[in-house]
T-cell receptor
């Protein structure tokens, strides 16, 4: 089955700096790559997704890049704010399933 | 507009007890799924359904049963709870019939098995 690896597991940045989280996947048939944000005590929430026919997608301060040849994709958050502090998960589809990475705990310090 | 509703929010069971975690969505989504979340392990898929009457296994299905008699409901059954099933359980649904796209998650059920 699909194996999704995510790095780093923890990330601490100062407010205003950029944060980058990277993921790799194993299933060459995967064509959908979402990112989820999970705040404490809540369920994950979709923040951005990208399909395999697109190399980059941006939504305000967040962007995702995809390199299908290398089987890796990344989340970029610019001008980080304290409210960006959360756990972020990448995922890749495999058949009818969505497989998640183990998460990155992002801390944005004022 | 409730979205995905999970009940109960917290549950404590003794080893060997059975229980059902409830999940309901009011968005007319065809696809529903159950995940468990353990520290350092991310979210792992237990079972999923692409429509009423259709279910299939995910990565960690052992010890869990599901059924999908209606579009709205997708209960998860633990027939004989074990301490290894202590976890936070999330139900999720999607409009996409191809599975997993733009999942909406519930707020979770925290289960402890003693």
């Amino acid at each position: 089955g699909e194996n999704v690896e995510q790095h780093p597991s923890t990330l601490s940045v100062q407010e205003g700096d950029s944060a980058v989280i990277k993921c790799t996947y194993s299933d060459s048939a995967s064509n959908y790559f979402p990112w989820y944000k999970q705040e404490l005590g809540k369920g994950p929430q979709l923040i951005i997704d990208i399909r395999s026919n697109v190399g980059e997608k941006k939504d305000q301060r967040i962007a995702v890049t995809l390199n299908k040849t290398a089987k890796h994709f990344s989340l970029h958050i610019t001008e980080t704010q304290p409210e960006d502090s959360a756990v972020y998960f990448c995922a890749a589809n495999s058949g009818y399933a969505l497989n998640f990475g183990k998460g990155t705990s992002l801390l944005v310090t004022p | 507009n409730a979205g995905v509703t999970q009940t109960p929010k917290f549950q404590v069971l003794k080893t060997g007890q059975s229980m059902t975690l409830q999940c309901a969505q009011d968005m007319n989504h065809e696809y529903m799924s159950w995940y468990r979340q353990d520290p350092g392990m991310g979210l792992r898929l237990i079972h999923y359904s692409v429509g009423a009457g259709i279910t299939d296994q995910g990565e960690v299905p052992n010890g869990y049963n599901v059924s999908r008699s209606t579009t709205e409901d997708f209960p998860l059954r633990l027939l004989s709870a074990a301490p290894s099933q202590t976890s936070v359980y999330f139900c999720a649904s999607s409009y996409s019939g191809t599975g997993g796209e733009k999942l909406f998650f519930g707020s979770g059920t925290q289960l402890s098995v003693l």
